[in-house]
């Protein structure tokens, strides 16, 4: 079981950016994929971002494409969500989560089943 915590959610205007960090312990870092969901208030938990094992692949949801950018740092067992022009529509509770299979590979549209872990959330709010 993979142990997550986020940080980096805050209040920002549109047009403003914020970065994510997710920090995972208890599973050798380099041997399964983690993604970023979100749920806005009112809706479901929606994929945002998911990076591979070994960061060579990447997939976004439409609504983020261009804009945000996963990334892993594996010296520090910690992944990343940048988040560039914001907008009111990305306000949302993000939580990381970690594929509980090993060496696990997605498509553009991945299955939210594959992941076993979540850390508990962090609150982005963007104003207009």
């Known amino acids: 079981q993979v142990q997550l915590v986020e940080s980096g959610g805050g209040l920002v205007q549109a047009g403003g950016s914020l970065r994510l960090s997710c920090a995972a312990s208890?599973?050798?870092?380099?041997?399964?994929?983690m993604g970023w969901f979100r749920q806005p208030p009112g809706k479901e938990r929606e994929f945002v971002a998911v990076i591979t094992w070994s960061g060579g692949s990447t997939f976004y949801a439409d609504s983020v494409k261009g804009r945000f950018t996963i990334s892993r740092d594996y010296a520090k067992n910690t992944m990343f969500l940048q988040m560039n022009s914001l907008k009111p529509a990305d306000t949302a509770s993000y939580y990381c989560?970690?594929?509980?299979?090993?060496?696990?590979?997605?498509?553009?549209?991945?299955?939210?089943?594959?992941?076993?872990?979540w850390g508990q959330g962090t609150q982005v709010t963007v104003s207009s």
């Open positions: 208890g599973r050798t870092f380099n041997q399964y994929g």
């Open positions: 989560a970690a594929d509980r299979r090993t060496w696990g590979y997605y498509s553009a549209s991945p299955d939210i089943s594959h992941f076993g872990s």
